[in-house]
């Protein structure tokens, strides 16, 4: 059974720039998380989308932003890229039904903003 | 809020010695507890849970026990390998009604295990 996948791995963009980030959660999944692991940071929550809405977001400003499709997988939309935008953007996914709280993380995405 | 504390790091260990990682947590609730693995330049990958109350939790010979009455869940392992050399997170659940969850983490400790 395939995991969690993230596309890009890698992306590199210009202050001022748009980036879209991709994830497509383990099948029968609902629920995408998207966290920021920005270096020295640690692991920040971004935003959790679940059944098509978006259910919570983690303290980012507004140009953070994602949607979530009708087959569960999600896109995570940074506008205005500034400097401490680059980190690594990991994607998450769980199965509702049997909330452990446990999620199931992809590889991630690294975003580096020049 | 929820929160989680690990020891700082970084932990620097030989091959076979034995290893512990702190973390204690603050909660309202009963929160189920986690500790994820991150090797260089991958996701996170689940190590262990503990549930509930006196749970323990194992997995690739790591042990972690929910200590509801000092608030910890601390990692041992008892001979680490060159290969355990990677970062470690502490976590916790932290429930949104009946239908999600947030997990907050600690800072992560790097272990570094020389052969």
């Known amino acids: 059974e395939a995991g969690v996948t993230q596309s890009p791995t890698h992306l590199i963009k210009t202050r001022g720039q748009q980036a879209t980030l991709r994830c497509s959660p383990i099948?029968?999944?609902?629920?995408v998380y998207w966290y920021q692991q920005a270096l020295g940071l640690g692991l920040q929550f971004l935003l959790w989308?679940?059944?098509?809405?978006?259910?919570n977001r983690g303290n980012f400003p507004p140009r953070f932003s994602g949607r979530q499709f009708p087959n569960y997988s999600s896109e995570l939309n940074v506008n205005a890229l500034e400097l401490e935008d680059s980190a690594l953007y990991l994607c998450?996914?769980?199965?509702?039904?049997?909330?452990?709280?446990?999620?199931?993380f992809g590889e991630g995405s690294r975003l580096t903003v020049l | 809020g929820d929160s989680v504390t690990q020891m700082e790091g970084p932990v620097t260990l030989s091959e076979e010695a034995f290893l512990t990682i702190n973390c204690t947590y603050t909660?309202?609730?009963?929160?189920?507890l986690f500790w994820y693995v991150q090797y260089p330049g991958e996701g996170l990958q689940l190590l262990l849970k503990?549930?509930?109350?006196?749970d323990k939790g194992s997995n690739k010979g790591f042990e972690a026990t929910y200590r509801k009455e000092t608030t910890s869940f601390h990692l041992e392992k008892g001979s680490v390998q060159v290969s355990d050399s990677a970062v470690y997170f502490c976590?916790?659940?932290?429930?949104?009604?009946?239908?999600?969850?947030?997990?907050?983490f600690g800072e992560g400790t790097q272990l570094t295990v020389n052969p």
């Open positions: 099948s029968g999944h609902t629920s």
């Open positions: 989308y679940d059944e098509g809405e978006e259910r």
């Open positions: 976590a916790l659940s932290d429930r949104w009604g009946t239908s999600g969850s947030r997990l907050t």
């Open positions: 909660a309202t609730g009963y929160p189920s």
């Open positions: 503990a549930t509930k109350a006196d």
């Open positions: 998450a996914s769980s199965l509702v039904q049997t909330n452990t709280g446990e999620l199931f």
